[in-house]
């Protein structure tokens, strides 16, 4: 069974970093797009950052430059450096991974959402 599994968020003063990290794991034979989202309470979802199985990458323009998205395809394994945090990144990330996984013998592809983890910047 596909368990993906966040880490990584908390609290911090604007100015600070943090990483977060998405770990899958559970019958997964590889892995295509990944991607962060966040969302603060009454707010649709946004997309914060993505990234392809080639590395080539794509950020929401109000984190351009402070956030950077990477991954570890032999781990399966997607993380954001997030710098210069303001308090408007105040959110729960959430990633996304696109996977190709066994099931009861079977090949298949779907998304797959992390639990979420809290971030938040304030003074």
């Known amino acids: 069974q596909v368990q993906l599994v966040e880490s990584g968020g908390g609290l911090v003063q604007p100015g600070g970093s943090l990483r977060l990290s998405c770990a899958a794991s559970?019958?997964?034979?590889?892995?295509?797009?990944m991607g962060w989202y966040r969302q603060v309470p009454g707010k649709e979802r946004e997309v914060v950052a993505t990234i392809t199985r080639g590395g080539g990458t794509n950020y929401a323009d109000s984190v351009k430059g402070r956030f950077t998205i990477s991954r570890d395809n032999a781990k399966n394994t997607l993380y954001l450096q997030m710098n210069t945090l303001k308090p408007e990144d105040t959110a729960v990330y959430f990633c996304?991974?696109?996977?190709?996984?066994?099931?009861?013998?079977?090949?298949?592809?779907?998304?797959?959402w992390g639990q979420g983890t809290q971030v938040t910047v304030s003074s």
């Open positions: 559970g019958g997964i034979s590889g892995a295509n797009a």
């Open positions: 996304k991974l696109d996977l190709w996984y066994s099931d009861y013998g079977q090949t298949k592809f779907g998304p797959f």
